[in-house]
């Protein structure tokens, strides 16, 4: 219920500011808060690390977000962390038709970020993982532009 009442409050926002996009940051895994989350959404921009434990929660999500009939799309957190396991997703992503946005790079910076209370992309810094974070961000507009 705490998840509807924030995208109602989020869509009221939107419609008083003329806003046209609304990202909801869904929370892991399969539940009912996971659902609630992308309930009425245009896309799900699944993002994942390169481990097994990240290979198996992609798969649990993806089969739950077709089961909504979602489109999707991912992202490689850390991907720079465990070539191998970077590897394992983009080949699992491959075999699912799944497109993948862009990799994010290991970067301290969003240590820094979190313990400063700022979004990572509003630090000081233009190292390689906020760049991909802005190129997956843009993608990520493409994509939902084409889905409407």
């Known amino acids: 219920k705490l998840v509807t009442l924030i995208k109602q409050q989020a869509r009221l926002h939107a419609v008083e500011e003329g806003l ?39 798969e649990r999500i993806l089969t739950t977000i077709r089961h909504f009939k979602l489109p999707a799309v991912l992202c490689i957190n850390k991907s720079d ?3 191998q396991g970077s590897q394992a997703i983009r080949k699992y992503a ?11 790079p290991y970067d301290p910076v969003f240590l820094e970020a979190v313990i400063s209370g700022k979004p990572v992309t509003d630090t000081q810094s233009d190292t390689p993982a906020q760049q991909a974070i802005h190129a ?13």
């Open 81 to 83: 962390l465990n070539p």
């Open 20 to 58: 046209k996009v609304i990202l909801v940051d869904g929370p892991p895994g399969i539940g009912c808060p996971v659902i609630s989350a992308f309930s009425g959404a245009d896309l799900a921009l699944i993002i994942t690390e390169a481990t097994l434990s990240g290979l198996s929660d992609l």
């Open 136 to 148: 997956i961000w843009q993608k990520t507009l493409e994509r939902l532009w084409e889905t409407k």
């Open 94 to 104: 491959k075999k699912e038709n799944l497109i993948v946005l862009g990799e994010i």
